[in-house]
């Protein structure tokens, strides 16, 4: 690693005051301290004597030599801490010639400081007491501590190296599920486990993790629980701790490894309680500069699965003789229960993932499985390369004895030249696993997968390798994008200003009229008798002739001049002279009409309350009924009509954000894609926290190949909300057309994630069977939110079926890539009421009855193909199979696949079966309508009246109430049918269907011109259905009228 700029830096250690400090004999203890890092003793402080507050003044200060390549490098500072001894001078004894001192304890000092670019930095560093020590028994409160400063006279790293470089902390927490052959009673064995982490060049950093303890089951390891340091020889059993480092766990779900399946749930617990594991709680450190940083992230995405090795060594006693070398030469060469766990590193390479932690079953270590999926040539335990580092790694040799392989290493001779080329021909093959006779007589590490042996690791980041957006940044680049769009505000002047202040001036004048009025004639108001017309009208002249004579009446038209002007300029835009005289006259007309009309309406508006009971109210109709008429319209291909519904809607709210989603997807729906661009902005200028309206910008970003604003957009919507499983599946498909795979695969990871805690939320409150309550909602990205079976639930017969279905899904034929980019997109969900559209969707022609229903009569356009051959079909079939039987969704779904093929009777018993249920399906307005029809084919028209009804009960429509007027027709109860078809007219009077079935009701009850009005409108409006017309000319032939053309 390139530190040369920081070589030769003294770093020194200045340890001021020590507090709470108590000696073994006395109350004066005489001490002195001695400063150890990376092996060495840095030197000893003056013996001191503590005073009785227990206070010990050493103002000592030692240093070390800070370089590049030395014996003290970054790496060292970064896992290994300065340990300062306390010791105890005791009294000399008579004929004693030399002084005797004890250990009372060990305080440890983290330098990590020092690479965060800190110059000096001050701790109060607690004083571990040794086994025995009298720091064990203080009085309470008391806190033994050490002061100390660190400091270096300039920084160790560059603006570049803290800017550029980062710090790995690899924590091995335990193996869980170990074999039974490892026994705690026998000759003691090292349990170790490595990892190499890639540096610059060719080098590669490796990290042991030794002296792992086995223990037995019974209990659950506690957490939170503190890291270890990795390093031999700490004398204060609390000095092994590093501070302010702990061990949180987590539940399994959130975990990133395997065996984070709900599935795996009881196989985790039984392991980490009852069975055996090998404990650890080390974490281990490791500087990577700038170019160390860039080839870790290259590696990660070049290799993803990066080996973990495990193994055990027995220990032995260093024995000097014979023996030692025939036991050498026995175990020369062999690694012990030799396995490897495989893990994966791609999520470090996700947007802003700095910690990765999971658990990583351990399989048998084998060069061609191993080459196959880490691309490694080497093992640390085994191949010559690497063996020489084991013995020099600080830490990893016990005090007490010496594990074979140590000795192996230092006597073993290089393999011949001949041997290694082979070793690795045999990993480069084609096939690496065949041949491969280490997984053969790796019987020892077999045992792990036979035990289910897995390894609990956790990988943390100083700095995201890959830096993420902030909410904040996101949210600004969309306001550039899209800037906001307050609500506006309504204009002083205009024609609506004009209108109110001419109502103004009416309500005024006729104020004075009727004030006028009384003071004439007030007298014979009050004496109570009623007045004949004749008596009003003269009080009428009488009026009129005073205010002519008193010059009130101009007074009058002088007051309304200026609020007709204004209505002349602001509503007609009239401001320049007229051309011709009849163009004048013709306005004036026009304008008369208008003045009259509004000084009735304001007139009415100030009648007593007595007189405006008896005036007829008209409801308007809502914004939910125009969306329901323009979702019928559109799925009924009348796509000017729904055109007309959806603008109405935008008319009378143009602030409301869904209004312009469902106007932009129907725009969708006809490939009017600009027109659709144009209205998801719109909604997202007036909501830019809406997610809908991210995710649709997104999506029509991607169809124009604004790809930089589509990723904007997805992960605005991201952060957001960051549990809306539909945003991560968005996201993850963009970045799959980009050919990102691992963002994809971050972004589907965390949409998976997301979904099951959903999944387990719902399952929490209530229990899910087989298909699950499928509690439908189209949203504004017309997705079906449902709730899904767990795995547990769903059987082996279960997935094979699906798998079948799946087979038999007919392959597409291939195409550009374009065209294919632009399918994928438009097949997710582009368009939400589309793929709504497609599954309702079939033209039905009837002849019994001479009968067409317009009905949801639609056929394929745009491209959608006419013919119902698609996934949604199988996978109705599918939830059949699976006896989802109980859920009304699933029964609707097969109904509307039979309806589509054409299978009216099947679709007839699975719509009764649908409606027969307490709990009503999704899309129960177009079951019914589609039910209703299906009677009405087959004459059952008491069937069809009902069906209809309940469907103007539920969602009353033009088409709900033509279906209860002709199923009245019918039966020929002539009266109902002309008050529904009625209904039906006043909610659409342009359905040609609908004056057809007046025009026959009135020629049925002898009215002529009613029949003649409703035949013209009929024709003017061209009716298709020409059996339908048939069956018209035929009652006007019986009836004799009808028609004006006879």
């Excluded at 469907?951 to 019918?970: D, Q």
């Amino acid at each position: 690693m390139d530190t040369s700029s920081a070589a030769g830096k003294p770093v020194q250690i200045t340890v001021m005051d020590g507090y709470d400090l108590k000696g073994s004999k006395g109350d004066a203890p005489v001490t002195f301290v001695r400063a150890e890092f990376n092996n060495a003793v840095l030197g000893d402080s003056s013996k001191i004597t503590v005073s009785s507050e227990g206070t010990a003044k050493y103002n000592f200060t030692s240093s070390f030599e800070f370089t590049s390549d030395g014996a003290n490098t970054l790496d060292d500072l970064a896992h290994k801490p300065v340990f300062l001894t306390v010791f105890e001078v005791l009294p000399k004894e008579k004929k004693q010639k030399e002084e005797k001192t004890i250990i009372l304890g060990q305080a440890v000092v983290d330098l990590l400081p020092l690479l965060e670019g800190e110059c000096t930095f001050e701790i109060m560093a607690p004083l571990h007491p040794v086994i025995g020590s009298p720091l064990e028994n203080l009085r309470p409160g008391a806190k033994c501590c050490l002061e100390v400063t660190v400091s270096v006279s300039e920084a160790l790293l560059t603006t570049a190296q803290i800017l550029g470089g980062n710090l790995l902390k690899v924590t091995l927490e335990a193996a869980y599920s170990v074999p039974e052959s490892f026994v705690i009673t026998g000759p003691q064995q090292n349990y170790m486990v490595g990892l190499q982490i890639p540096s610059v060049g060719e080098k590669d950093y490796p990290i042991f993790f030794r002296n792992g303890i086995l223990k037995l089951g019974g209990e659950r390891e506690q957490v939170p629980r503190p890291k270890k340091w990795p390093i031999a020889n700490i004398l204060a059993p609390g000095a092994q701790y590093i501070p302010d480092s702990f061990i949180t766990g987590g539940p399994y779900v959130e975990e990133d490894g395997e065996l984070n399946n709900p599935e795996d749930k009881e196989f985790r617990n039984q392991a980490e309680i009852t069975k055996k594991r090998i404990v650890w709680d080390l974490e281990s450190r490791c500087y990577l500069d700038p170019p160390a940083v860039a080839n870790f992230q290259k590696r990660i995405a070049d290799c993803r699965f990066w080996p973990v090795e495990m193994t055990r060594v027995p220990i032995i006693p260093v024995i000097k003789g014979k023996s030692a070398k025939v036991d050498k030469t026995e175990d020369e060469g062999q690694v012990f229960f030799h396995g490897v766990a495989y893990v994966n590193m791609v999520p470090l390479l996700y947007p802003g993932v700095k910690r990765i932690r999971g658990a990583f079953r351990v399989y048998p270590y084998a060069d061609g499985t191993v080459y196959e999926k880490t691309k490694c040539l080497f093992s640390l335990f085994r191949d010559l390369g690497h063996q020489n580092k084991l013995g020099n790694v600080p830490g990893v040799n016990s005090p007490l004895a010496k594990p074979i392989l140590s000795k192996n290493l230092k006597e073993e001779k290089p393999p011949k030249e001949k041997d290694t080329t082979s070793s690795i021909k045999s990993q480069s093959s084609d096939n690496p696993l065949e041949g491969d006779t280490s997984l053969n007589q790796n019987s020892e590490g077999q045992q792990y997968v036979e035990a289910g042996t897995y390894l609990v690791l956790e990988f943390e980041l100083e700095k995201a390798l890959v830096p993420k957006r902030l909410s904040e940044e996101l949210a600004s680049r969309v306001k550039e994008i899209i800037p906001l769009r307050p609500a506006l505000v309504r204009r002083t002047g205009g024609a609506q200003k004009a209108v109110d202040d001419y109502h103004t001036q009416i309500q005024n004048i006729a104020t004075a009229v009727l004030d006028e009025y009384h003071k004439m004639f007030g007298k014979e108001l009050t004496t109570g008798k009623d007045l004949d017309n004749q008596t009003l009208e003269d009080h009428k002249c009488q009026l009129n002739y005073e205010l002519n004579c008193s010059g009130k009446y101009f007074a009058f038209k002088e007051q309304l001049k200026h609020s007709v002007v204004k209505i002349v300029r602001e509503k007609y835009l009239k401001t320049t002279a007229f051309e011709n005289q009849e163009d004048l006259q013709a306005f004036i007309s026009e304008l008369y009409i208008f003045l009259v009309d509004q000084m009735h309406v304001i007139l009415n508006q100030s009648m007593p309350e007595e007189a405006q009971s008896s005036t007829a109210v008209t409801t308007p109709t809502s914004s939910d009924q125009l969306r329901l008429f323009a979702y019928e319209a559109q799925v009924n291909e009348d796509f000017p009509l729904a055109t007309v519904y959806y603008e109405e809607r935008l008319v009378r709210d143009n602030q409301n954000v869904d209004h312009w989603l469902d106007y932009g997807s129907f725009c969708l729906l006809t490939n009017d894609v600009h027109k659709a661009q144009e209205c998801f902005r719109k909604a997202l200028s007036l909501n830019q926290t809406n997610i809908d309206s991210l995710l649709l910008c997104g999506l029509l970003a991607i169809m124009m190949e604004h790809y930089e604003q589509a990723e904007i957009f997805f992960e605005d919507a991201t952060c957001l909300e960051p549990a809306n499983v539909v945003a991560w599946t968005l996201l993850g498909l963009f970045y799959e057309i980009q050919n990102n795979d691992i963002r994809m695969e971050m972004a589907f990871h965390e949409a998976n994630k997301q979904l099951n805690a959903k999944l387990a939320k719902e399952k929490t409150a209530e229990t899910v069977d087989i298909g699950g309550k499928l509690d439908s909602s189209l949203t504004a990205l017309g997705v079906v939110r449902t709730s899904s079976p767990t795995k547990g639930d769903v059987t082996q017969d279960t997935i094979s079926m699906l798998d079948e279905l799946l087979e038999d899904t007919p392959k597409t034929q291939p195409e550009s890539a374009e065209n294919r980019k632009q399918s994928s997109i438009q097949h997710q969900v582009l368009s939400p009421i589309q793929r709504n559209s497609k599954s309702f969707s079939k033209e039905k022609k009837v002849s019994k009855g001479h009968m067409s229903t317009s009905v949801l009569a639609s056929s394929a356009f745009h491209g959608v193909t006419p013919k119902p051959a698609s996934i949604f079909m199988e996978t109705t079939r599918f939830l059949m199979k699976v006896n989802a039987v109980q859920n009304p969704n699933v029964w609707g779904l097969k109904g509307h696949f039979f309806y589509l093929n054409g299978n009216y009777a099947e679709a007839k018993e699975c719509y009764e079966r649908t409606i027969s249920f307490v709990v009503d399906a999704a899309e129960m307005h177009f079951i019914y309508l589609r039910l209703g029809s299906i009677y009405l084919e087959e004459g059952e028209n008491e069937k069809a009246k009902n069906t209809y009804m309940m469907a103007c009960k539920r969602s009353p429509s033009c088409l709900t109430w033509l279906g209860v007027g002709i199923a009245c027709y019918r039966l020929e109860e002539f009266s109902e049918a002309e008050d529904a078809l009625s209904e039906a007219n006043a909610m659409n009077n342009y359905n040609a269907e609908v004056w057809a079935y007046l025009t026959l009701v009135c020629l049925k009850a002898g009215r002529k011109l009613e029949a003649e009005q409703s035949y013209k409108y009929t024709l003017k409006l061209k009716l298709k259905d020409e059996a339908l017309l048939q069956e018209i000319r035929m009652v006007q032939e019986m009836v004799g009228f009808g028609n004006p053309s006879f």
